[in-house]
């Protein structure tokens, strides 16, 4: 399949040559697009036009498409801007013989085939070659375009999705660092709190809202650890159960350990990523697991945490069940944190109904894919 797109490599500007680093272009390396969305738009790092010029890494244009190489193989994306990248990915320009959209969803359904090829003892590696080793049969042009078209809207409209769910999300976080970190909270007359001249009082956290106090987070929170699973597989018919470890799904079972509404936050390894769920998932023991009747505003509590400090690792980043419990926390009177909940609680909801909505949609996109491509459904 490499005569139908130019295979690029990239490059990393050296690092410790300051003028090359956070300029104006975007560089892109496997963080920044090993995800679900199909178009990646914000790198972590950018660099200058001097990065770009005297370093080996190349500039893509929007639409191109990216492809991780090394380590993490056949992550894909395609670009919503000009960006460049590193030499663990390969960037992909199509030629006239076919259309990015179409080769974006050609390369999702022979990934299989492509990790079958690489190469490396330490890490697996694609190279240039193991696109010459696949055999692809490449329907007209007219037909791959309705094809990718197809494919597309479905795609489109999970990041649709998944654009409102970020956006939600920002707006719970400024509502909660208005009440519960600016004290901007409706007063009595509905006006905000400090602003209005709210009275103050100090504490050792600061200052805070009169009748406010400082506790600790287990008086609100239930914390415990994760368990080991039995059994560790891809996803099946068998084993749909989600696996959650520090950092997100890591595999998946045949039981649940908890179905309900809990947060979790990574433990070993990566620490204080949180996470919201609601139905059947198993947690591992590299998380804790979090319940709480108040959890909309416990979510917000546990993303303003500096987990760094709380790292008892010497080998790998460690945090306790006794340091989260001992946590210092502001607590705001009952009826406002309440109403807080209150509203989050269907923000939350909303994000939920989303995230199902692309389950759903995922799963017809990942069904159709193979049978578009194969002939087997008609365009």
């Given at each position: 399949m490499s005569e139908i797109m130019e295979i690029i490599g990239g490059g990393t500007p050296k690092t410790g040559i300051k003028e090359y680093w956070n300029g104006n272009i975007p560089w892109l390396s496997i963080k920044d697009f090993g995800t679900s969305s199909k178009i990646v738009y914000v790198t972590e790092k950018t660099i200058t036009e001097r990065g770009l010029k005297e370093s080996s890494t190349k500039m893509l244009e929007k639409g191109d498409l990216i492809i991780s190489a090394r380590g993490t193989v056949g992550e894909i994306a395609q670009l919503g801007k000009k960006m460049a990248f590193n030499q663990s990915c390969y960037g992909l320009k199509t030629k006239k013989e076919t259309t990015n959209n179409f080769l974006y969803y050609l390369l999702k359904n022979i990934i299989l085939s492509l990790k079958n090829n690489v190469h490396g003892s330490v890490f697996d590696t694609i190279t240039k070659d193991t696109f010459s080793k696949i055999e692809i049969d490449l329907p007209p042009l007219l037909e791959q375009k309705k094809i990718a078209s197809i494919l597309s809207a479905l795609d489109d409209?999970?990041?649709?999705n998944n654009e409102m769910n970020k956006t939600l999300?920002?707006?719970?976080?400024t509502l909660f660092k208005r009440w519960f970190i600016d004290f901007d909270f409706p007063n009595e007359n509905g006006e905000p709190y400090k602003s209005s001249g709210g009275k103050m009082v100090d504490s050792e956290l600061g200052e805070i809202p009169e009748r406010w106090r400082v506790g600790s987070l287990e008086e609100i929170v239930d914390i415990s650890s994760g368990k080991r699973p039995?059994?560790?597989?891809?996803?099946?018919?068998?084993?749909?159960i989600p696996i959650i470890g520090a950092n997100g799904i890591m595999s998946y079972t045949n039981e649940f350990?908890?179905?309900?509404?809990?947060?979790?936050?990574?433990?070993?390894?990566?620490?204080?990523?949180?996470?919201?769920y609601y139905d059947k998932i198993w947690t591992s023991d590299n998380s804790l697991v979090?319940?709480?009747d108040y959890l909309e505003l416990v979510y917000f509590i546990l993303k303003s945490v500096d987990y760094k400090s709380?790292?008892?690792?010497?080998?790998?980043?460690?945090?306790?069940?006794?340091?989260?419990?001992?946590?210092?926390?502001?607590i705001g009177e009952t009826e406002l944190i309440l109403e807080f909940c209150k509203i989050i609680f269907k923000s939350f909801n909303l994000q939920k109904e989303n995230q199902q909505q692309t389950q759903s949609l995922t799963k017809i996109r990942d069904t159709l894919l193979p049978k578009l491509m194969s002939g087997e459904v008609e365009v």
């Open positions: 409209k999970i990041e649709v999300e920002e707006m719970a976080q039995k059994i560790k597989k891809e996803k099946d018919k068998l084993h749909k350990l908890y179905n309900e509404k809990l947060l979790t936050i990574g433990r070993v390894g990566t620490l204080g990523v949180v996470q919201k979090i319940k709480s709380l790292n008892r690792g010497s080998t790998q980043p460690l945090i306790t069940q006794t340091d989260m419990k001992n946590l210092k926390i502001i």
